[in-house]
């Protein structure tokens, strides 16, 4: 059973880069025909797509966010990160890494907060 | 980019209601479009796969439908259980993805 886990620090000051890794278990990450992705939900609000990944490395990103996205993939770690500079509170949110193949497999999601 | 509408944001409904939550497309998507419900503080659940395929286990009284540019999720008889947000997701496309606003289902 395919499972994924988010993994960060909490609290992130203004300005800085927040950066996430999901590490995927029960699977390969490099096994399949399809991307792995990012996406977040600010406090009260809707579901925003950061970027997608696929194993070899190709990303694509969510054009409102691309010039502070960085996604990455580590195969020998069965994992995917996330980096996002310059924060502001805007970027306060709930992470959640997932499995883009059916849109059915999602991390718990990690609370990420941007306060100084 | 394709943008995804979806209405109303918000609504009251008792049990036992029908309720029709819509999403449309800013350019067609053929069938590309599932639905997740999400309650608080939980992960969102998909319901509906390629625009009207039901999710193993979810309850038969969810349907999606449409295709193209205008979709619909529809409850045919509200439960308590059901009173959570909603949102559309588009994969057409795919890997760059597009969720709906949101609809949340509320008791009236």
């Known amino acids: 059973q395919l499972q994924l886990q988010e993994s960060g620090p909490g609290l992130v000051k203004p300005s800085e880069t927040l950066s996430l890794t999901c590490t995927v278990s029960?699977?390969?990450?490099?096994?399949?025909?399809?991307?792995w992705g990012w996406i977040r939900q600010p406090p009260g609000k809707g579901l925003e797509w950061i970027g997608s990944?696929?194993?070899?490395?190709?990303?694509y990103y969510n054009p409102s966010l691309k010039s502070r996205v960085t996604i990455s993939v580590d195969t020998s770690k069965n994992q995917f990160s996330l980096k996002l500079s310059s924060v502001t509170a805007a970027d306060t949110a709930v992470y959640y890494c997932?499995?883009?193949?059916?849109?059915?497999?999602w991390g718990q999601g990690t609370m990420v907060t941007v306060s100084s | 980019d394709i943008q995804m509408t979806q209405s109303p944001s918000a609504m009251s409904a008792s049990v036992g209601d029908r309720v029709t939550i819509t999403c449309r497309a800013s350019?067609?998507?053929?069938?590309?479009l599932a639905w997740f419900q999400q309650k608080p503080g939980k992960v969102p659940k998909r319901l509906i796969y390629?625009?009207?395929s039901l999710q193993s286990g979810v309850p038969s009284r969810f349907s999606g439908s449409g295709s193209g540019t205008e979709f619909t999720l529809t409850i045919s008889s509200l439960q308590p259980e059901d009173f959570a947000t909603y949102y559309c997701?588009?994969?057409?496309?795919?890997?760059?993805?597009?969720f709906g606003g949101g609809t949340k289902v509320e008791i009236k």
């Open positions: 997932a499995n883009l193949y059916l849109f059915d497999i």
């Open positions: 029960g699977g390969s990450i490099s096994s399949s025909s399809y991307y």
């Open positions: 990944i696929y194993y070899s490395g190709s990303t």
């Open positions: 350019q067609g998507i053929s069938n590309y």
């Open positions: 390629a625009a009207s």
């Open positions: 997701l588009q994969h057409n496309s795919y890997p760059r993805l597009t």
